[in-house]
Protein backbone atom coordinates (compact mmCIF):
# COMPACT_ATOMS: atom_id res chain seq x y z
CA UNK A 1 0.00 0.00 0.00
CA UNK A 2 0.75 3.59 -1.27
CA UNK A 3 4.43 2.01 -2.09
CA UNK A 4 6.03 1.26 1.07
CA UNK A 5 8.55 -1.69 0.15
CA UNK A 6 8.10 -3.16 3.52
CA UNK A 7 4.88 -4.59 2.96
CA UNK A 8 6.26 -6.94 0.18
CA UNK A 9 6.40 -10.30 1.92
CA UNK A 10 9.41 -12.43 1.83
CA UNK A 11 7.55 -15.26 0.63
CA UNK A 12 6.76 -13.17 -2.72
CA UNK A 13 10.33 -12.14 -3.45
CA UNK A 14 10.95 -14.06 -7.07
CA UNK A 15 13.80 -16.51 -7.16
CA UNK A 16 15.15 -16.87 -10.66
CA UNK A 17 18.31 -18.49 -10.38
CA UNK A 18 21.84 -19.51 -8.49
CA UNK A 19 25.27 -18.14 -10.15
CA UNK A 20 28.31 -18.97 -8.68
CA UNK A 21 31.48 -17.15 -8.40
CA UNK A 22 33.79 -19.84 -10.12
CA UNK A 23 35.15 -17.72 -12.23
CA UNK A 24 36.52 -14.69 -10.97
CA UNK A 25 39.71 -13.43 -11.26
CA UNK A 26 41.53 -11.91 -8.13
CA UNK A 27 44.06 -9.30 -7.95
CA UNK A 28 46.38 -11.04 -6.80
CA UNK A 29 46.85 -14.68 -6.54
CA UNK A 30 49.82 -16.16 -4.11
CA UNK A 31 49.68 -16.36 -0.14
CA UNK A 32 52.72 -13.17 0.40
CA UNK A 33 50.87 -10.99 -1.77
CA UNK A 34 47.59 -11.78 -0.75
CA UNK A 35 49.27 -10.89 3.03
CA UNK A 36 50.76 -7.94 1.56
CA UNK A 37 47.45 -7.22 -0.41
CA UNK A 38 45.40 -7.54 2.94
CA UNK A 39 47.76 -5.25 5.19
CA UNK A 40 47.76 -2.93 2.10
CA UNK A 41 44.05 -3.25 2.08
CA UNK A 42 43.54 -2.48 5.72
CA UNK A 43 45.92 0.77 5.69
CA UNK A 44 43.50 2.06 3.46
CA UNK A 45 40.05 1.40 5.59
CA UNK A 46 40.74 1.73 9.04
CA UNK A 47 42.17 5.70 8.00
CA UNK A 48 38.64 5.84 6.49
CA UNK A 49 37.11 5.23 9.73
CA UNK A 50 38.81 8.29 11.33
CA UNK A 51 38.84 10.34 8.02
CA UNK A 52 35.47 10.42 7.04
CA UNK A 53 34.34 10.80 11.05
CA UNK A 54 36.55 13.87 11.34
CA UNK A 55 35.07 15.14 7.73
CA UNK A 56 31.71 14.68 8.93
CA UNK A 57 32.39 16.27 12.58
CA UNK A 58 33.12 19.77 10.99
CA UNK A 59 29.90 19.71 9.38
CA UNK A 60 27.65 19.31 13.08
CA UNK A 61 29.71 19.96 16.02
CA UNK A 62 27.84 17.35 17.95
CA UNK A 63 29.69 14.70 20.16
CA UNK A 64 26.82 12.34 19.76
CA UNK A 65 26.82 12.93 16.09
CA UNK A 66 30.41 12.49 15.52
CA UNK A 67 30.03 9.15 17.40
CA UNK A 68 27.56 7.40 15.52
CA UNK A 69 29.52 8.60 12.16
CA UNK A 70 32.99 6.80 13.30
CA UNK A 71 30.47 3.81 14.47
CA UNK A 72 29.05 3.32 10.94
CA UNK A 73 31.89 4.60 9.13
CA UNK A 74 33.77 1.76 11.21
CA UNK A 75 31.23 -0.78 11.05
CA UNK A 76 31.42 -0.84 7.04
CA UNK A 77 35.06 -0.59 6.57
CA UNK A 78 36.02 -3.60 8.97
CA UNK A 79 32.72 -5.83 7.49
CA UNK A 80 34.33 -5.27 3.82
CA UNK A 81 37.83 -5.94 5.22
CA UNK A 82 36.42 -9.19 6.70
CA UNK A 83 34.33 -10.05 3.36
CA UNK A 84 37.51 -9.62 1.14
CA UNK A 85 39.85 -11.86 3.27
CA UNK A 86 37.12 -14.48 3.86
CA UNK A 87 36.65 -14.83 -0.03
CA UNK A 88 40.41 -14.66 -0.95
CA UNK A 89 40.87 -17.20 1.62
CA UNK A 90 38.56 -19.42 0.39
CA UNK A 91 38.74 -19.02 -3.01
CA UNK A 92 43.05 -20.07 -2.91
CA UNK A 93 41.27 -23.33 -1.56
CA UNK A 94 39.93 -24.07 -5.31
CA UNK A 95 43.16 -26.12 -6.17
CA UNK A 96 43.24 -28.19 -3.35
CA UNK A 97 39.75 -29.46 -3.29
CA UNK A 98 37.41 -31.45 -5.63
CA UNK A 99 34.91 -29.00 -7.39
CA UNK A 100 31.82 -30.70 -5.11
CA UNK A 101 34.03 -30.39 -1.83
CA UNK A 102 35.48 -26.61 -3.55
CA UNK A 103 31.80 -25.75 -4.01
CA UNK A 104 30.49 -26.41 -0.43
CA UNK A 105 33.30 -24.65 0.89
CA UNK A 106 32.22 -21.07 -1.73
CA UNK A 107 28.28 -21.10 -0.85
CA UNK A 108 29.53 -21.13 3.03
CA UNK A 109 31.87 -18.03 2.27
CA UNK A 110 28.84 -16.33 0.64
CA UNK A 111 26.86 -17.21 3.28
CA UNK A 112 29.14 -15.86 5.97
CA UNK A 113 29.95 -12.40 4.22
CA UNK A 114 25.96 -12.51 3.64
CA UNK A 115 25.68 -12.69 7.31
CA UNK A 116 27.89 -9.69 8.55
CA UNK A 117 27.02 -7.31 5.70
CA UNK A 118 22.73 -7.90 7.10
CA UNK A 119 24.16 -7.19 10.79
CA UNK A 120 26.05 -4.20 9.32
CA UNK A 121 23.09 -2.87 7.66
CA UNK A 122 20.23 -3.45 10.22
CA UNK A 123 22.83 -1.44 12.64
CA UNK A 124 23.15 1.32 10.21
CA UNK A 125 19.95 1.77 8.78
CA UNK A 126 18.99 4.47 6.42
CA UNK A 127 19.70 3.67 2.87
CA UNK A 128 21.77 0.67 3.76
CA UNK A 129 18.26 -0.78 4.22
CA UNK A 130 17.16 0.06 0.76
CA UNK A 131 19.92 -0.93 -0.61
CA UNK A 132 19.55 -4.58 0.85
CA UNK A 133 16.69 -4.41 -0.58
CA UNK A 134 17.95 -3.96 -4.07
CA UNK A 135 20.94 -6.49 -3.49
CA UNK A 136 18.18 -8.85 -2.34
CA UNK A 137 16.00 -8.52 -6.03
CA UNK A 138 19.48 -9.14 -7.92
CA UNK A 139 19.17 -12.65 -8.09
CA UNK A 140 20.57 -12.55 -11.76
CA UNK A 141 23.82 -11.02 -10.78
CA UNK A 142 24.18 -12.02 -6.85
CA UNK A 143 24.71 -15.71 -5.46
CA UNK A 144 21.37 -16.86 -3.65
CA UNK A 145 22.98 -16.67 -0.50
CA UNK A 146 23.43 -13.25 -0.65
CA UNK A 147 20.01 -12.55 -2.18
CA UNK A 148 18.49 -14.96 0.32
CA UNK A 149 20.03 -13.65 3.57
CA UNK A 150 18.82 -10.07 2.25
CA UNK A 151 15.14 -10.85 2.26
CA UNK A 152 14.68 -10.02 5.61
CA UNK A 153 15.07 -6.67 5.10
CA UNK A 154 12.09 -6.44 2.90
CA UNK A 155 10.45 -6.05 6.45
CA UNK A 156 12.45 -4.85 8.78
CA UNK A 157 11.95 -1.14 7.37
CA UNK A 158 12.67 1.74 10.89
CA UNK A 159 9.49 3.14 11.86
CA UNK A 160 9.89 6.86 13.49
CA UNK A 161 8.02 7.52 16.71
CA UNK A 162 5.28 9.88 15.95
CA UNK A 163 7.12 12.81 17.97
CA UNK A 164 9.27 13.08 15.91
CA UNK A 165 6.93 13.07 12.51
CA UNK A 166 5.20 15.86 14.41
CA UNK A 167 8.55 17.66 15.46
CA UNK A 168 9.50 17.43 11.24
CA UNK A 169 6.08 18.18 10.08
CA UNK A 170 6.18 21.31 12.18
CA UNK A 171 9.93 22.53 11.09
CA UNK A 172 9.40 21.96 7.25
CA UNK A 173 5.59 23.67 7.71
CA UNK A 174 6.80 26.52 9.83
CA UNK A 175 3.56 26.25 11.68
CA UNK A 176 1.93 24.00 14.37
CA UNK A 177 1.05 20.47 13.57
CA UNK A 178 -2.65 21.12 14.69
CA UNK A 179 -2.76 23.95 11.76
CA UNK A 180 -1.21 21.46 8.99
CA UNK A 181 -3.54 18.06 9.99
CA UNK A 182 -6.68 18.34 11.76
CA UNK A 183 -6.75 14.69 12.63
CA UNK A 184 -3.81 12.26 12.01
CA UNK A 185 -3.47 8.78 12.80
CA UNK A 186 -0.03 7.94 15.12
CA UNK A 187 0.24 4.57 13.64
CA UNK A 188 1.61 4.97 10.56
CA UNK A 189 0.03 2.36 7.52
CA UNK A 190 3.27 1.10 6.51
CA UNK A 191 6.91 1.95 7.14
CA UNK A 192 9.74 1.70 4.30
CA UNK A 193 13.58 2.67 3.74
CA UNK A 194 12.85 6.09 3.55
CA UNK A 195 9.59 6.94 4.44
CA UNK A 196 6.53 6.38 6.39
CA UNK A 197 2.70 6.67 5.35
CA UNK A 198 0.07 8.46 7.91
CA UNK A 199 -3.97 8.40 7.44
CA UNK A 200 -4.74 11.92 8.45
CA UNK A 201 -7.21 14.83 7.47
CA UNK A 202 -5.78 18.11 5.65
CA UNK A 203 -6.78 21.02 7.82
CA UNK A 204 -6.81 23.31 5.23
CA UNK A 205 -9.04 21.19 2.73
CA UNK A 206 -11.23 18.87 5.14
CA UNK A 207 -10.30 15.96 3.07
CA UNK A 208 -8.70 12.55 4.28
CA UNK A 209 -5.46 11.91 3.04
CA UNK A 210 -2.23 9.90 3.26
CA UNK A 211 0.83 11.70 4.19
CA UNK A 212 4.05 10.54 3.11
CA UNK A 213 6.70 11.67 5.76
CA UNK A 214 10.47 10.99 5.27
CA UNK A 215 12.39 9.91 7.91
CA UNK A 216 14.05 12.32 9.73
CA UNK A 217 17.38 10.84 10.50
CA UNK A 218 17.79 10.58 6.49
CA UNK A 219 18.91 14.25 6.24
CA UNK A 220 22.09 13.34 8.97
CA UNK A 221 23.29 10.07 7.18
CA UNK A 222 22.50 10.55 3.83
CA UNK A 223 25.80 12.20 2.52
CA UNK A 224 27.90 9.61 4.74
CA UNK A 225 26.32 6.66 4.27
CA UNK A 226 26.07 7.35 -0.16
CA UNK A 227 29.71 8.35 0.63
CA UNK A 228 30.40 4.38 2.44
CA UNK A 229 28.44 2.78 -0.39
CA UNK A 230 30.64 4.38 -3.34
CA UNK A 231 33.51 3.41 -1.71
CA UNK A 232 32.76 -0.37 -0.76
CA UNK A 233 31.93 -1.40 -4.68
CA UNK A 234 35.01 0.46 -5.58
CA UNK A 235 36.73 -1.72 -3.14
CA UNK A 236 35.02 -4.62 -4.20
CA UNK A 237 36.31 -3.80 -7.77
CA UNK A 238 39.70 -3.53 -6.62
CA UNK A 239 39.96 -6.88 -5.13
CA UNK A 240 37.53 -8.49 -7.84
CA UNK A 241 38.24 -7.03 -11.09
CA UNK A 242 36.42 -8.96 -13.20
CA UNK A 243 33.37 -8.10 -10.69
CA UNK A 244 32.99 -4.55 -11.31
CA UNK A 245 29.67 -3.67 -9.51
CA UNK A 246 30.11 0.17 -9.14
CA UNK A 247 27.25 1.15 -11.52
CA UNK A 248 24.82 0.23 -9.15
CA UNK A 249 26.64 2.73 -6.53
CA UNK A 250 26.71 5.37 -9.52
CA UNK A 251 23.01 4.62 -10.67
CA UNK A 252 22.42 5.14 -6.68
CA UNK A 253 23.75 8.37 -6.25
CA UNK A 254 21.64 9.76 -9.18
CA UNK A 255 18.66 8.21 -8.38
CA UNK A 256 18.37 8.95 -4.29
CA UNK A 257 18.67 12.66 -4.22
CA UNK A 258 15.30 12.56 -6.45
CA UNK A 259 13.55 9.50 -4.74
CA UNK A 260 14.35 11.56 -1.37
CA UNK A 261 12.48 14.93 -2.99
CA UNK A 262 9.01 14.85 -2.20
CA UNK A 263 8.23 17.90 -3.88
CA UNK A 264 9.91 16.56 -7.32
CA UNK A 265 7.88 13.01 -6.36
CA UNK A 266 4.34 15.29 -6.45
CA UNK A 267 5.47 16.90 -9.77
CA UNK A 268 6.14 13.08 -10.88
CA UNK A 269 2.63 12.07 -9.96
CA UNK A 270 0.74 15.02 -11.24
CA UNK A 271 2.66 15.03 -14.47
CA UNK A 272 1.68 11.18 -15.14
CA UNK A 273 -1.97 12.19 -13.84
CA UNK A 274 -2.06 14.70 -16.79
CA UNK A 275 -0.48 12.38 -19.02
CA UNK A 276 -2.53 9.34 -18.64
CA UNK A 277 -5.62 11.51 -18.46
CA UNK A 278 -5.21 11.45 -22.39
CA UNK A 279 -4.88 7.71 -22.59
CA UNK A 280 -7.98 6.12 -23.64
CA UNK A 281 -9.12 2.25 -22.70
CA UNK A 282 -6.60 2.25 -19.62
CA UNK A 283 -8.21 2.05 -15.90
CA UNK A 284 -5.49 3.43 -14.14
CA UNK A 285 -5.74 5.80 -11.20
CA UNK A 286 -2.93 7.70 -9.59
CA UNK A 287 -3.89 9.73 -6.51
CA UNK A 288 -4.19 13.52 -6.56
CA UNK A 289 -1.27 15.68 -4.27
CA UNK A 290 -3.13 18.04 -2.75
CA UNK A 291 0.72 19.35 -1.58
CA UNK A 292 4.36 18.65 -1.03
CA UNK A 293 7.69 19.67 0.65
CA UNK A 294 10.85 18.26 0.24
CA UNK A 295 10.21 15.55 3.24
CA UNK A 296 6.37 15.47 3.16
CA UNK A 297 3.87 14.53 0.33
CA UNK A 298 0.22 14.98 1.03
CA UNK A 299 -1.83 12.90 -1.57
CA UNK A 300 -5.51 11.66 -1.97
CA UNK A 301 -6.12 8.33 0.24
CA UNK A 302 -7.20 5.97 -2.34
CA UNK A 303 -6.80 2.52 -1.28
CA UNK A 304 -6.54 -1.12 -2.75
CA UNK A 305 -5.22 -4.93 -2.85
CA UNK A 306 -1.76 -6.23 -4.16
CA UNK A 307 -1.72 -7.32 -7.39
CA UNK A 308 -0.85 -10.60 -5.86
CA UNK A 309 -3.91 -10.84 -3.63
CA UNK A 310 -5.16 -13.62 -6.20
CA UNK A 311 -8.21 -14.39 -3.32
CA UNK A 312 -9.41 -10.80 -3.78
CA UNK A 313 -9.70 -10.92 -7.18
CA UNK A 314 -11.28 -13.81 -7.64
CA UNK A 315 -13.89 -13.09 -4.65
CA UNK A 316 -14.24 -10.10 -6.87
CA UNK A 317 -14.74 -11.67 -10.25
CA UNK A 318 -11.35 -9.43 -11.49
CA UNK A 319 -10.05 -11.15 -14.47
CA UNK A 320 -6.04 -12.45 -13.56
CA UNK A 321 -5.96 -12.24 -17.67
CA UNK A 322 -7.51 -8.57 -17.93
CA UNK A 323 -5.31 -7.57 -15.10
CA UNK A 324 -1.84 -8.61 -16.74
CA UNK A 325 -3.39 -6.87 -19.99
CA UNK A 326 -3.99 -3.63 -18.52
CA UNK A 327 -0.63 -3.89 -16.60
CA UNK A 328 0.94 -4.73 -20.45
CA UNK A 329 -0.88 -1.30 -21.65
CA UNK A 330 0.00 0.77 -18.83
CA UNK A 331 3.99 -0.03 -18.65
CA UNK A 332 3.99 0.02 -22.60
CA UNK A 333 2.49 3.46 -22.81
CA UNK A 334 5.44 4.77 -20.37
CA UNK A 335 8.23 2.97 -22.48
CA UNK A 336 6.94 3.53 -26.66
CA UNK A 337 4.79 6.31 -26.28
CA UNK A 338 6.45 10.22 -27.20
CA UNK A 339 7.11 12.25 -23.90
CA UNK A 340 5.48 9.32 -21.42
CA UNK A 341 6.78 9.16 -17.89
CA UNK A 342 8.36 6.08 -17.15
CA UNK A 343 7.87 4.56 -13.71
CA UNK A 344 10.94 2.75 -12.86
CA UNK A 345 10.01 0.73 -9.67
CA UNK A 346 6.53 -0.88 -10.20
CA UNK A 347 7.34 -3.54 -7.89
CA UNK A 348 4.40 -5.22 -6.19
CA UNK A 349 4.41 -2.73 -2.53
CA UNK A 350 3.63 0.14 -5.63
CA UNK A 351 0.99 -1.04 -7.21
CA UNK A 352 -2.90 -1.69 -6.18
CA UNK A 353 -5.87 -3.06 -7.58
CA UNK A 354 -9.28 -1.58 -6.70
CA UNK A 355 -12.74 -3.21 -7.29
CA UNK A 356 -14.99 -0.89 -9.78
CA UNK A 357 -18.79 -2.45 -10.52
CA UNK A 358 -19.52 0.86 -11.13
CA UNK A 359 -18.64 0.15 -14.78
CA UNK A 360 -17.47 -2.98 -16.83
CA UNK A 361 -16.12 -2.07 -20.15
CA UNK A 362 -13.16 -2.13 -20.47
CA UNK A 363 -13.09 -4.01 -16.97
CA UNK A 364 -14.38 -3.62 -13.34
CA UNK A 365 -11.49 -2.86 -11.64
CA UNK A 366 -8.54 0.17 -11.49
CA UNK A 367 -4.86 0.05 -11.19
CA UNK A 368 -3.42 2.55 -8.54
CA UNK A 369 0.21 3.50 -8.83
CA UNK A 370 1.64 4.76 -5.78
CA UNK A 371 5.56 5.92 -5.30
CA UNK A 372 6.71 8.67 -8.22
CA UNK A 373 9.99 9.44 -6.87
CA UNK A 374 11.90 7.31 -9.27
CA UNK A 375 10.36 8.44 -12.93
CA UNK A 376 12.95 8.79 -16.69
CA UNK A 377 11.69 10.44 -20.16
CA UNK A 378 13.13 7.91 -22.72
CA UNK A 379 14.58 10.23 -25.62
CA UNK A 380 12.63 9.80 -28.43
CA UNK A 381 15.58 8.52 -30.82
CA UNK A 382 16.14 5.51 -28.00
CA UNK A 383 12.52 4.74 -27.37
CA UNK A 384 12.36 5.04 -31.37
CA UNK A 385 15.33 2.30 -31.88
CA UNK A 386 14.09 0.19 -28.82
CA UNK A 387 10.58 0.02 -30.29
CA UNK A 388 12.39 -1.46 -33.99
CA UNK A 389 14.70 -4.02 -31.50
CA UNK A 390 11.49 -5.39 -29.70
CA UNK A 391 9.37 -5.75 -33.48
CA UNK A 392 12.50 -7.70 -34.30
CA UNK A 393 12.44 -9.92 -31.67
CA UNK A 394 8.85 -10.90 -31.78
CA UNK A 395 9.41 -11.65 -35.97
CA UNK A 396 12.37 -13.46 -34.44
CA UNK A 397 14.91 -11.79 -36.90
CA UNK A 398 18.27 -11.82 -35.53
CA UNK A 399 19.76 -9.30 -38.11
CA UNK A 400 17.51 -6.81 -37.19
CA UNK A 401 17.70 -7.26 -33.44
CA UNK A 402 21.75 -7.35 -33.95
CA UNK A 403 21.13 -3.64 -35.91
CA UNK A 404 19.04 -1.95 -33.35
CA UNK A 405 20.61 -3.64 -30.09
CA UNK A 406 23.92 -1.61 -31.45
CA UNK A 407 21.81 1.43 -31.83
CA UNK A 408 19.84 1.06 -28.79
CA UNK A 409 22.80 0.42 -25.98
CA UNK A 410 25.82 0.10 -28.06
CA UNK A 411 26.21 -3.60 -28.26
CA UNK A 412 28.47 -5.39 -30.41
CA UNK A 413 27.66 -8.47 -32.12
CA UNK A 414 29.58 -10.80 -29.74
CA UNK A 415 27.47 -9.49 -26.46
CA UNK A 416 24.40 -9.56 -28.59
CA UNK A 417 22.92 -12.96 -27.23
CA UNK A 418 23.42 -12.00 -23.72
CA UNK A 419 21.87 -8.84 -24.38
CA UNK A 420 18.66 -9.98 -25.89
CA UNK A 421 18.68 -12.34 -23.09
CA UNK A 422 18.59 -10.25 -20.31
CA UNK A 423 16.09 -7.48 -21.82
CA UNK A 424 13.69 -10.26 -22.50
CA UNK A 425 14.00 -12.94 -19.59
CA UNK A 426 14.30 -15.73 -22.19
CA UNK A 427 17.41 -17.93 -23.02
CA UNK A 428 19.00 -16.86 -26.89
CA UNK A 429 17.81 -19.68 -28.51
CA UNK A 430 14.03 -19.34 -28.07
CA UNK A 431 14.10 -15.47 -29.55
CA UNK A 432 15.59 -16.90 -32.41
CA UNK A 433 12.34 -19.36 -33.01
CA UNK A 434 8.74 -17.93 -31.47
CA UNK A 435 9.37 -16.09 -28.37
CA UNK A 436 5.30 -15.20 -28.23
CA UNK A 437 3.92 -18.49 -28.10
CA UNK A 438 6.84 -20.71 -26.44
CA UNK A 439 5.91 -20.35 -22.29
CA UNK A 440 9.07 -20.21 -20.24
CA UNK A 441 9.69 -23.88 -19.35
CA UNK A 442 11.61 -25.14 -16.57
CA UNK A 443 14.56 -26.07 -18.75
CA UNK A 444 14.58 -22.87 -20.28
CA UNK A 445 15.55 -21.49 -16.79
CA UNK A 446 18.10 -24.62 -16.12
CA UNK A 447 19.81 -23.09 -19.61
CA UNK A 448 20.20 -19.93 -18.32
CA UNK A 449 21.39 -20.84 -14.57
CA UNK A 450 23.82 -23.36 -16.54
CA UNK A 451 25.00 -20.62 -18.63
CA UNK A 452 25.47 -18.31 -15.60
CA UNK A 453 27.90 -20.77 -13.68
CA UNK A 454 29.53 -21.75 -17.04
CA UNK A 455 31.15 -18.25 -16.92
CA UNK A 456 28.93 -15.76 -18.38
CA UNK A 457 27.91 -14.01 -14.64
CA UNK A 458 31.26 -11.91 -15.83
CA UNK A 459 30.16 -10.88 -18.94
CA UNK A 460 26.53 -9.87 -17.75
CA UNK A 461 28.11 -7.92 -15.13
CA UNK A 462 30.58 -6.33 -17.70
CA UNK A 463 27.97 -5.56 -19.82
CA UNK A 464 25.53 -3.77 -17.79
CA UNK A 465 27.67 -1.65 -16.80
CA UNK A 466 28.59 -0.02 -20.25
CA UNK A 467 25.24 0.19 -21.53
CA UNK A 468 23.23 3.86 -21.03
CA UNK A 469 21.87 4.36 -17.54
CA UNK A 470 18.41 4.15 -19.18
CA UNK A 471 18.19 1.38 -20.74
CA UNK A 472 19.56 0.19 -16.76
CA UNK A 473 15.96 1.55 -15.94
CA UNK A 474 14.28 0.07 -18.83
CA UNK A 475 15.08 -3.41 -17.90
CA UNK A 476 14.75 -3.61 -14.16
CA UNK A 477 11.07 -2.24 -15.31
CA UNK A 478 10.73 -4.78 -17.53
CA UNK A 479 12.31 -7.08 -15.03
CA UNK A 480 9.78 -6.09 -12.55
CA UNK A 481 6.78 -6.27 -14.96
CA UNK A 482 7.41 -9.75 -15.56
CA UNK A 483 7.69 -10.80 -12.00
CA UNK A 484 4.19 -8.92 -11.56
CA UNK A 485 2.81 -10.81 -14.26
CA UNK A 486 4.47 -14.39 -12.99
CA UNK A 487 2.71 -13.93 -9.59
CA UNK A 488 -0.87 -13.21 -11.09
CA UNK A 489 -0.89 -16.72 -12.05
CA UNK A 490 -2.77 -16.06 -15.78
CA UNK A 491 -4.30 -18.80 -18.42
CA UNK A 492 -3.25 -17.24 -21.38
CA UNK A 493 0.45 -17.76 -21.54
CA UNK A 494 2.52 -15.37 -23.03
CA UNK A 495 1.42 -14.42 -26.75
CA UNK A 496 -1.36 -11.60 -25.38
CA UNK A 497 1.48 -9.44 -23.23
CA UNK A 498 3.84 -9.75 -26.21
CA UNK A 499 0.75 -8.78 -28.66
CA UNK A 500 0.26 -5.78 -26.46
CA UNK A 501 3.96 -4.84 -26.52
CA UNK A 502 3.74 -5.06 -30.19
CA UNK A 503 1.35 -2.84 -30.56
CA UNK A 504 2.51 0.13 -28.98
CA UNK A 505 5.96 -0.46 -30.41
CA UNK A 506 4.31 -0.42 -33.88
CA UNK A 507 2.40 2.43 -33.14
CA UNK A 508 6.04 4.17 -32.04
CA UNK A 509 7.31 2.85 -35.60
CA UNK A 510 4.28 4.18 -37.49
CA UNK A 511 4.36 7.50 -36.06
CA UNK A 512 7.76 7.89 -37.18
CA UNK A 513 7.98 7.13 -40.49
CA UNK A 514 4.24 9.42 -40.29
CA UNK A 515 7.00 12.25 -39.26
CA UNK A 516 9.14 11.56 -42.14
CA UNK A 517 6.89 11.77 -45.08
CA UNK A 518 5.56 14.58 -43.48
CA UNK A 519 9.16 16.06 -43.77
CA UNK A 520 9.62 15.42 -46.98
CA UNK A 521 6.28 17.06 -48.16
CA UNK A 522 2.78 15.85 -47.99
CA UNK A 523 1.85 12.46 -46.70
CA UNK A 524 0.08 11.05 -50.24
CA UNK A 525 2.11 13.50 -52.82
CA UNK A 526 4.70 12.98 -54.77
CA UNK A 527 2.84 9.46 -55.08
CA UNK A 528 6.22 7.64 -53.75
CA UNK A 529 4.73 8.99 -50.21
CA UNK A 530 1.56 8.05 -50.67
CA UNK A 531 3.13 4.16 -51.76
CA UNK A 532 4.99 4.54 -47.90
CA UNK A 533 2.04 5.44 -46.32
CA UNK A 534 0.38 2.80 -47.35
CA UNK A 535 2.98 0.37 -46.43
CA UNK A 536 3.39 1.68 -43.23
CA UNK A 537 -0.10 1.82 -42.33
CA UNK A 538 -0.14 -1.78 -43.73
CA UNK A 539 2.59 -3.21 -41.41
CA UNK A 540 0.89 -1.34 -38.46
CA UNK A 541 -2.46 -2.53 -38.85
CA UNK A 542 -1.69 -5.80 -39.47
CA UNK A 543 0.09 -6.04 -36.14
CA UNK A 544 -2.96 -4.21 -34.26
CA UNK A 545 -4.83 -6.49 -35.64
CA UNK A 546 -3.67 -9.65 -34.67
CA UNK A 547 -3.55 -8.43 -31.22
CA UNK A 548 -7.68 -7.39 -31.48
CA UNK A 549 -8.26 -10.72 -33.18
CA UNK A 550 -6.80 -12.55 -30.36
CA UNK A 551 -8.12 -10.97 -27.41
CA UNK A 552 -11.46 -11.12 -29.57
CA UNK A 553 -10.70 -14.73 -29.77
CA UNK A 554 -9.89 -15.16 -25.83
CA UNK A 555 -13.30 -13.18 -24.76
CA UNK A 556 -15.51 -15.30 -26.93
CA UNK A 557 -14.00 -18.48 -25.20
CA UNK A 558 -14.84 -16.75 -21.92
CA UNK A 559 -18.17 -15.90 -23.01
CA UNK A 560 -18.87 -19.73 -23.69
CA UNK A 561 -17.28 -20.93 -20.45
CA UNK A 562 -14.20 -22.56 -22.71
CA UNK A 563 -10.82 -22.46 -20.92
CA UNK A 564 -8.30 -20.38 -22.74
CA UNK A 565 -5.59 -22.34 -24.29
CA UNK A 566 -2.62 -21.90 -22.24
CA UNK A 567 -3.89 -22.88 -19.13
CA UNK A 568 -1.28 -22.34 -15.49
CA UNK A 569 1.72 -21.78 -17.50
CA UNK A 570 3.95 -19.52 -15.50
CA UNK A 571 6.24 -17.40 -16.96
Same mark, same amino acid.
Given at each position: ?????????????????? +????????????????????????????????????????? %???? @???????????????????????????????????????????????????? =???????????????????????????????????????????????????????????????????????????? /???? &???????????? =?????????????????????? =????????? /?????? *???? #????????? &?????????????????????? $???????????? #? &?????????????????????????????? +?????????????? @??????????? !???????????????????????????????????????????????????????????? %?? !?????????? /? @??????????????? %????????????? #????????? &?????????????????? $?????????????????????????????????????????? $????? *?????????????????????? *?????????????????????????? =?
Amino acid at each position: MFGLRCRLPASRIRRLQP +VSLHHVRFASSSTGSLRSARARRLLIILPLTGAAGTGFVTL %TDTG @SFAYGAVERTGRVASTLAECIDDYRRTLNKKDDQDEIAYHTLLKACHKRCAE =RTLHAMEKNGSIFIKLGQHLSSLNYLLPSEWCDTFIPLQDKCPVTPFEDIKKLVEHDTGTRFENVFSEFEQQPLGA /ASLA &QVHRAIDSRSGQ =RVAVKVQHPALDDWAPLDMFLT =RFTFRQLKR /AFPDYD *LTWL #SDEMEVSLP &QELDFALEGENALRARRFFATV $KHVSLLIPDVLW #S &QRRILVMEYITGHRPDDLDFLDKNNISRDE +VSATLARIFNTMIF @SKDAPLHCDPH !GGNIAIRANDSHRRPNNFEIILYDHGLYRLIPLDLQRNYAKLWLAVLDADESRMRTYAKK %TA !GITDAEFPLF /A @SAITGRDFNVLTSDV %TSTPRSDQEKQAI #SDAMGEGLL &QELVQLLGKVPRIILLIL $KTNDLTRSLDANLHTTQGPMRTFLILARYAAQTVFDEQLERL $KNTGY *LLWPPANAARLLIAWSQFVRVK *LKLELYEWFLYARGTFGLENPMPGIA =R
